[in-house]
């Protein structure tokens, strides 16, 4: 039953987003086509995660979508989104370090920093930090689709003068009209109390859709939200992270080692060179569509063995591997699983599989990397893939280390248009970065769920079990009386905060009749005076 209602909710999505395109075509695109760029036009009507994310945040009234589409599509165009590059922002900007991409939070989404105090009002230059921030936003959409970010303010030695209500109007609609779902949280940290009243002018213009997602942080609070590794050493942190332009910051994927310890491949035998080439590499982005259902695979050796000598080193590789179900569509390979890469606790649930298909008529070279090194071992992590052919991958914890959600993974691939006279080494320091595809995936980590068992062996399994119900039922009260209590101290403070504005509006309305009255009567008196003179 469940299986059914779900494909029903599926096929209801598939309605609502035909809906939406046919009417974008119709009521939008019939009066006038110069006003948007016409690579977002079909980028909307190919790409159904797009239209979806547009529905999601106006909860499925295809009206407000609509709307939402026209306003942002306009804006994109306004700015040149499609076109905005690094050399269309002041460099100054840059070297700023104002606003920057940095490591992770606690779920595992990406951080968006603002240097509160770096920023100063200027009108002459509201309009290249408006781009500034597009780039900043764009550059993530590209790199990692569907992945929301976390916006962090953060506010330490700030003032007045470094709030631009206009500017964080347009931050707000951004990820209110521009982005959709792409707001998964914004800190406020360390937030001078003077600014209280500007903040809640704020609160306002987030609407509720996003007002939830709102968080007011001092230094040791942001813990809650972001671990120490990511925090800069002035909020309690350990992140060494310093910024500096050039380059731009970026997630600092790095070779991984194998099962037998550090690979012996042409990344190794590459100068400092090509290693910062390589590194360079890492800042293309790429264009490719999402799609469903990996194709069957055939493994092929790194070091391109023969085809019986990969079939039987292929399944003994793979064997307890987690299968990916589903498939990135790319220009040049198929990337499997689409997003992300899933581990677990269990002995059973710390391998997993990255197929990549071939899909162009010529031999493509590929790379693996991550974030992580020490953590995973990739095999094989570099090696070249035939026309039509797949490869297996099997990404591996190493030793007792843990999947996070902070870890990443970086496909890279490149065709080879005279595969049979270029080595890798050579090859990787040659390519140009607009023929390198991208592809990144994150990790997912299981919840193992591990039955309690009893240390004593005499112990029977009837009180056992008797003991978990109650222990379970006595820690379920604990739980409904917490909470039970923590909504009355809520809605006890809600109600003290009401009645502390209504006071206070009372003090302003006394003040200012108390002022009218002083006003009065020195009239009076001046009047009096004036008359009592002798003429």
Not at 233 to 253: I, Q, V
Request: proline letters at 5%.
């Amino acid at each position: 039953m469940a299986e059914v209602d779900q494909h029903e909710g599926e096929q209801d999505i598939e309605k609502k987003i035909e809906e939406t395109r046919q009417r974008f075509k119709n009521e939008f695109l019939q009066d006038s086509t110069d006003k948007y760029d016409p690579r977002d036009v079909e980028r909307l009507q190919k790409d159904d995660a797009l239209v979806e994310g547009y529905l999601t945040w106006r909860l499925y009234v295809v009206d407000d979508a609509l709307k939402m589409i026209d306003d942002s599509f306009q804006w994109r165009k306004e700015f040149g989104l499609n076109d905005l590059t690094e050399s269309s922002i002041p460099k100054w900007m840059f070297e700023t370090g104002a606003v920057y991409l940095h490591g992770y939070d606690k779920e595992g989404n990406k951080l968006f920093w603002f240097k509160v105090k770096l920023h100063v009002k200027d009108a002459k230059t509201i309009l290249d930090k408006k781009k500034y921030v597009a780039f900043w936003l764009e550059r993530y959409a590209k790199k990692e689709p569907g992945m929301p970010l976390t916006v962090v303010f953060d506010m330490t030695e700030s003032g007045l003068g470094n709030i631009d209500m206009d500017f964080v109007k347009y931050i707000i609609n951004c990820f209110k009209v521009y982005y959709p779902k792409f707001l998964s949280k914004m800190i406020i940290v360390d937030m001078p109390w003077i600014m209280n009243a500007a903040w809640k002018i704020v609160k306002s213009w987030l609407g509720p859709e996003a007002i939830s997602k709102l968080k007011f942080a001092s230094r040791s609070e942001v813990q809650t939200f972001i671990d120490l590794e990511y925090l800069p050493p002035h909020m309690g942190g350990t992140d060494p992270f310093k910024y500096s332009y050039p380059p731009l910051p970026d997630d600092d994927f790095q070779t991984p080692i194998c099962d037998n310890g550090p690979i012996v491949s042409e990344e190794e035998t590459e100068s400092k060179d090509g290693e910062l080439e390589s590194k360079d590499t890492l800042e293309s982005s790429f264009n490719s569509e999402v799609a469903v259902k990996p194709k069957k695979v055939n493994f092929l050796e790194d070091s391109l063995r023969s085809e019986d000598s990969d079939k039987g080193d292929t399944s003994t590789r793979t064997k307890g591997a987690r299968k990916p179900v589903t498939t990135f569509k790319g220009a040049l390979l198929d990337v499997s699983p689409a997003e992300e890469l899933s581990f677990g606790s269990g002995e059973t649930e710390k391998k997993s599989l990255i197929i990549l298909s071939n899909v162009t008529k010529n031999q493509v070279a590929f790379k693996v990397r991550t974030t992580a090194p020490d953590k995973y071992r990739v095999k094989p992590s570099s090696s070249c893939c035939e026309p039509g052919a797949s490869i297996d991958i099997v990404v591996s914890l190493h030793g007792g280390s843990q999947a996070s959600p902070q870890d990443r993974f970086l496909v890279m691939a490149a065709e080879m248009d005279n595969a049979g006279s270029q080595e890798l080494a050579q090859f990787w320091k040659e390519v140009p970065k607009n023929k390198v595809m991208e592809h990144r995936l994150r990790c997912h980590v299981l919840e193992s769920i591990k039955a309690a068992v009893s240390p004593l062996r005499d112990s029977p399994v009837e009180t056992v079990t008797s003991g978990q119900q109650e222990l379970s039922t006595a820690a379920f009260d604990d739980n409904l009386l917490t909470y039970s209590s923590l909504m009355r101290v809520m809605a006890s403070t809600s109600r003290m905060e009401q009645k502390l504005n209504t006071c206070l509006w009372v003090q302003k309305v006394l003040i200012g009749l108390v002022l009218g009255l002083v006003v009065l009567n020195l009239l009076c008196l001046h009047m009096l005076g004036t008359a009592q003179r002798p003429s």
